[in-house]
């Protein structure tokens, strides 16, 4: 719930008695509640709820949270709210776990593929190694981009920097693997077929600046 308190003429803020607001929670169980709202004002210069001058008094019966400011403006309750059976605390915790985790065996398992197929000869020499060599690279840095960034939400910079990496290396690895296929279609299909290292760089400068110049 949002709502708004606006008094004309004059500017209301650091108010000597605070102004007491409470909003209905009613379609929500404060059970489900991750942790205790956040009373926030809407900031139109930095365009964001802030939690300056607003405090969480508590509830009252009805489930209604109540919260003290010492301002007038624009005014709501954040709630950070989990619907799954039997509460979601150890629930997102387990969950994180398990994907980092999951990212961490991942980055293992490409980096494993790539010092595999560039040690050996004999592998290194193959057309598909060139192409899966890159695709691992691709996703390889989306993967250290994600676990490295994806906490990055408090800095607007840092989050759109963030969103933009990971948008552009997925972008490359799904290039990477239509470009495996076609060179599937071409050894297993055509057959006769040359591929030359002039198709090969022309093939790598599509799929890694394709998406760079269109953002």
């Not at 379609?27 to 942790?35: I, K, W």
């Not at 009373?39 to 209604?64: H, K, Q």
């Not at 994806?150 to 490359?172: E, K, P, R």
Request: hydrophobic share 50%.
């Amino acid at each position: 719930p949002v709502f708004g308190v606006i008094v004309v003429p004059g500017e209301f803020s650091n108010l000597l008695q605070p102004v007491s607001l409470c909003l209905s929670l009613n379609e929500y169980n404060q059970e489900n509640f991750t942790e205790d709202p956040q009373c926030v004002s809407w900031d139109f210069e930095a365009r964001d709820w802030v939690t300056t001058g607003c405090v969480f008094t508590g509830y009252r019966p009805g489930n209604i949270a109540c919260c003290s400011c010492t301002h007038i403006t624009n005014f709501a309750v954040l709630v950070s709210v989990c619907t799954r059976t039997g509460g979601c605390g150890s629930g997102g915790l387990a969950l994180e776990i398990l994907s980092i985790a999951g990212v961490i065996a991942s980055l293992i398992g490409l980096a494993l593929t790539i010092i595999t197929l560039l040690a050996f000869k004999k592998l290194r020499s193959r057309d598909a190694s060139k192409f899966n060599v890159q695709l691992c690279i691709a996703l390889f840095c989306m993967y250290i981009v994600f676990l490295s960034g994806i906490d990055q939400t408090s800095n607007m910079a840092g989050c759109v920097t963030v969103s933009v990496l990971i948008h552009y290396f997925t972008l490359v690895s799904f290039m990477w693997m239509g470009a495996i296929a076609l060179l599937m279609f071409q050894k297993f299909i055509i057959v006769f077929i040359h591929i030359t290292t002039k198709y090969i760089i022309a093939v790598s400068l599509l799929c890694w600046r394709k998406h760079f110049v269109a953002m």
